[in-house]
């Protein structure tokens, strides 16, 4: 009796290990709303085929295919719609502390939401993000091959630094004048393809007074944006800054503004720009 006891026993905890192990393979879908076009990303790639049937929403600025367009907003990244995101009941809402308000993430955690909170303030941390997604997911399969392919691909970047880095001011806007800070993964992007920020103020995005960038001593000023200048626009940032004897570039790109894998992929674009 005390033998088939045992057996019983044996027989339960490894058909419950089975068990554990069944589900991690093929986990229960979650309801996933991430609260970030680059989150949005993210997660797509992190799920795969299951993406069309676990995510259930997006914020504004995210497009893809015809499932992705059907899918209900919640409102501006920056400015969620807090009713729409608690109307979709997720079971996982994923936020970033780089451009969710953090009182709105607060709000939705004592709502009763589950939510995971990376950072995507920097080159290490994005990496890092896809990690915690996964996990918090529950679904990593994706994973080996997307942090390869970060790896792979920032690698490479770095064995072609330039020998000379040129100095660089970087903007985000000109009219105000908005520098882009050294601690963001942009200065970083830039700095890789063989820039130096000369604007060293230690902090994301900056407004700075025209005699502060005069004073770096910068060979460029680069103005980062998502989409291209009007000729109007564009001859008269070019001629305030060469009366000034710096040159002055226009960087122009939508991927470079998603902290994701895609940003990587535009380095080459950037060294060609500081080449020219």
């Given at each position: 009796?005390?033998?088939?006891?045992?057996?019983?026993?044996s027989l339960f905890w490894l058909l419950q290990g089975l068990g554990t192990q069944a589900s991690s393979a093929n986990p229960a879908p979650l309801r996933v709303l991430p609260l970030?076009?680059?989150?949005?990303?993210?997660?797509?790639?992190?799920?795969?085929?299951r993406a069309a049937q676990w995510i259930i929403g997006k914020t504004a600025g995210v497009e893809g295919e015809a499932w992705v367009s059907s899918l209900p907003s919640v409102g501006m990244f920056h400015q969620l719609s807090l009713e729409a995101v608690l109307r979709l009941k997720p079971d996982l809402a994923i936020a970033t502390r780089n451009g969710n308000s953090?009182?709105?993430?607060?709000?939705?955690?004592?709502k009763g939401i589950r939510v995971v909170l990376?950072?995507?303030?920097?080159?290490?941390?994005i990496r890092k993000s896809y990690e915690e997604i996964?996990?918090?997911?529950?679904v990593t399969e994706q994973l080996p091959a997307i942090l390869a392919s970060w790896d792979q691909a920032l690698g490479e970047a770095r064995k072609v630094q330039a020998p000379h880095p040129t100095r660089t001011v970087l903007l985000l806007e000109d009219e105000p004048l908005l520098a882009i800070g050294s601690k963001t993964y942009l200065s970083e992007l830039f700095e890789v393809s063989g820039a130096i920020n000369s604007l060293?103020?230690?902090?994301?995005?900056?407004?700075?007074?025209?005699?502060?960038?005069?004073?770096?001593?910068?060979?460029?000023?680069?103005?980062?944006?998502?989409?291209?200048?009007?000729?109007?626009?564009?001859?008269?940032?070019?001629?305030?800054?060469?009366?000034?004897?710096?040159?002055p570039k226009v960087f122009?790109?939508?991927?470079?503004?998603?902290?994701?894998l895609q940003s990587l992929h535009e380095i080459s674009k950037i060294r060609a720009e500081l080449g020219r």
């Open positions: 009796m005390l033998k088939f006891r045992i057996w019983v026993i970030a076009p680059s989150l949005f990303e993210k997660t797509q790639e992190l799920l795969g085929p953090k009182q709105q993430v607060e709000q939705l955690i004592q990376v950072s995507e303030d920097t080159l290490f941390n996964a996990h918090a997911l529950g060293n103020l230690g902090g994301t995005y900056l407004p700075v007074q025209r005699e502060v960038i005069l004073n770096a001593r910068p060979s460029q000023v680069i103005l980062v944006l998502p989409s291209p200048l009007s000729d109007r626009h564009l001859q008269a940032f070019k001629s305030k800054w060469a009366v000034a004897g710096i040159r122009t790109s939508q991927k470079i503004f998603r902290p994701t």
